[in-house]
């Protein structure tokens, strides 16, 4: 599995958009189970180590057999084999759901300079979609955390770059290994704290990019480079929990990191499109970054009029919607679907630093 997983990790830049789907036949025998393990470890496991495959077939098919089931329910949402099928529930819920092990601070005590101030639109005149995808620059790749609960340093990372672009139109990749490995007060790869992954660059005045100081998937010494770090940012800020409207408004200014309660859910761990409706679980605690949001047409066959919202997820791009996750909006007054409006924050003042490359 250490072996599997440090492949997969590797290969989160080169993966392909191959998608492996179940139908009937897939799970009809043991021998079509075994011809489906075959094409998925070719895809999945290039590589793996052959004792290791032969012991995972009994998660995988079980796995399949799930998956199988869940696309015979809601046919508004689909699933289908990603990279997760060989890993068991558990295995899962640990290192990918499972990324923060943050108490949410109650928004009473936040001071008032560091709550996201609504602007002019709110509450009434805000615009019907954002999708910080359709606009060049704003976005770096989908992150692969892999055997490592960093979604919180890579959240905090993509949400630096995306100010970054929006203020000083510089694109780059910031570094969440350093984020995993230098944070005060943080757990590493066994997790962590946006809010603390910002208030570090505060304090250390910078971050690096991520070709300075590459991610590798496993905590390491804090050690970064003697260059300059590329960028830093002066404050950050809480937007006001179960709060659509206000939710809607801070990410038409800039994508905002979001909390995620309960992606320990076979549903969840085997997303692949549509609005994603649940179930969430309990928990766990997970935290990607919100990039928008909107509403189908009203004439859309699968699901009209549905209005869902937009996450980056780090899990690669085999995930989803390649990486992405339309996730429904509404159910206010309990926080949010998977507690989506609990404790939202982006950081401001994004400065661009001299530097070696620059
Ligand atoms: C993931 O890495 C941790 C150490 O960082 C290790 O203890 C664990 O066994 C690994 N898990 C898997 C499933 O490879
Ligand atoms: C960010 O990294 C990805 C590989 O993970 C690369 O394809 C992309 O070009 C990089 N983007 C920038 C702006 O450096």
Redesign the pocket.
């Known amino acids: 599995m250490v072996a599997a997983l440090a492949t997969m990790a590797l290969a989160?830049?080169t993966q392909t958009e191959n998608r492996i789907y179940v139908n009937s036949e897939d799970v009809a025998s043991e021998e079509s189970l075994r011809g489906l393990y075959e094409r998925w470890y070719r895809l999945y496991r290039p590589g793996g180590d052959p004792a290791n495959k032969e012991k995972r077939f009994a998660i995988f098919k079980a796995e399949v057999r799930a998956v199988y089931e869940l696309n015979q329910g809601d046919t508004r949402v689909k699933h289908h084999l990603n990279w997760f099928e060989d890993m068991t529930q558990g295995e899962y819920a640990k290192y990918f759901a499972n990324c923060s092990p943050r108490e949410i601070r109650p928004f009473g005590d936040i001071p008032e300079m560091n709550r996201h101030q609504p602007s002019q639109y709110y509450p009434d005149k805000l615009p019907r979609t954002v999708d910080w995808r359709t606009v060049e620059?704003v976005l770096?790749?989908v992150?692969n955390q892999g055997n490592c609960s960093s979604c919180w340093a890579i959240s905090a990372a993509e949400a630096m770059?995306s100010v970054h672009f929006l203020k000083n139109k510089q694109?780059?990749?910031l570094s969440a290994q350093e984020l995993v490995d230098c944070t005060p007060n943080s757990y590493g790869c066994k997790g962590g704290w946006a809010s603390r992954a910002f208030q570090h660059v505060i304090d250390r005045r910078g971050i690096h990019?991520?070709?300075q100081y590459p991610y590798v998937g496993k905590a390491q010494y804090c050690d970064p480079p003697s260059v300059s770090p590329v960028m830093s940012i002066k404050k950050f800020h809480f937007v006001q929990p179960r709060n659509e409207k206000m939710l809607m408004d801070a990410v038409a200014h800039n994508p905002v990191v979001v909390l995620i309660v309960g992606a320990e859910t076979m549903n969840f761990k085997h997303y692949s499109g549509g609005i994603y409706r649940g179930p969430c679980g309990m928990d766990t605690k997970h935290e990607a970054l919100l990039v928008g949001y909107g509403t189908t047409p009203s004439d859309d066959s699968n699901d009209p009029g549905a209005e869902y919202w937009v996450v980056k997820n780090s899990w690669g791009d085999s995930w989803g919607e390649k990486g992405y996750m339309r996730l429904a909006r509404g159910h206010q007054d309990y926080g949010g679907l998977c507690g989506i409006m609990l404790d939202p924050m982006y950081p401001s003042h994004p400065k661009k630093l001299n530097h070696a490359y620059a």
């Open positions: 989160a830049s620059g770096t790749s992150k770059e694109r780059t990749n990019s991520s070709e």
